[in-house]
């Protein structure tokens, strides 16, 4: 599903981004973790084709991201509330994005009503804009919004991020139910419980380098509490 090959990316003379061989198969739930500026969102945004790489390239099936669109067709993501439209209220949002997918109006209904106890009621019929939400309650909007397009491939950075418990006991138990019907899951986090909860391989970084890339068993968790003790 995506194939990084010698991705490199500098910015003014420090290298931020450098993968010489990368494989991501069709169904993976990969946990990306590292600490603060380690390159987990420049790679994302580099996937999403967002940020150029200096050298190198991304692939997703086979093809560039930076040069072929069909990509575009499959892969859902939010990474940050840059992602919105906050003059919009959230209903109007999720029909510009049901209108891009194509989605009826009853497709759109009955997929929103999948996400009713991550809503926790907080999200629709407030008659507020998103601007106005609270940055978790902007997270779940721009989730679900991907979600919702139902992609072979999600990409989500930090969605744990700035939500209340409950709110991330039922994304996981959500992303765990999408990675049954074959997924392809890419998702960073600073928290270790959750990441090795609900992905199978976990990718470490560090200065832009991959430097462990492990298959989740029990010891998994332990061996990076170890890691990030140091
Ligand atoms: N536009 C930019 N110009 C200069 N440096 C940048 C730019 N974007 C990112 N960087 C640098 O690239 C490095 C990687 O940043 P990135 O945001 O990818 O890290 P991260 O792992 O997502 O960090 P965090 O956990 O804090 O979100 C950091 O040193 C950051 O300062």
């Known amino acids: 599903m995506i194939q990084i090959q010698q991705l490199r990316k500098t910015y003014t003379g420090k290298t931020v ?6 494989q991501i198969n069709a169904g993976e739930t990969i ?6 500026g380690a390159g987990k969102t420049t790679l994302f945004r580099m996937i ?3 940020i150029r790489a200096d050298q190198g390239q991304v692939l997703l099936k086979e093809k560039s991201v930076a040069e072929d669109q069909e990509w575009k067709n499959y892969t859902a993501s939010y990474l940050d509330e840059g992602f ?3 003059y919009l209220s959230p209903e109007e949002y999720f029909d510009f994005i049901a209108s891009l997918q ?5 497709q759109l209904t009955d997929s929103l009503q ?3 106890e991550i809503f ?5 019929d407030t008659g507020k804009f998103i601007r106005d939400f609270s940055k978790g309650n902007q997270n779940k909007i721009g989730i679900c919004s991907a979600l919702m397009q139902k992609p072979e ?3 989500l950075d930090e969605p744990f991020a700035n939500l209340d418990p409950s709110t991330q006991i039922r994304l996981k138990a959500h992303l765990k139910s999408l990675n049954a019907t074959g997924l392809t899951l890419l998702i960073s986090s600073h928290d270790l419980n959750h990441v090795t909860d609900v992905c199978d391989r976990i990718i470490l970084f560090e200065k832009g380098r991959i430097i462990r890339d492990l298959q989740k068993d029990e010891h998994t968790l332990r061996e990076l509490e170890n890691y990030f003790a140091l």
């Open 102 to 106: 194509g989605m009826s109006k009853k």
């Open 153 to 155: 491939l999600l990409i």
């Open 31 to 36: 946990g990306v973790i590292g600490n603060n």
């Open 17 to 22: 981004i450098q993968i010489e061989d990368l």
């Open 114 to 116: 999948q996400y009713t």
């Open 84 to 86: 919105l439209i906050g």
């Open 48 to 50: 999403l084709d967002l």
């Open 120 to 124: 926790n009621g907080e999200i629709l």
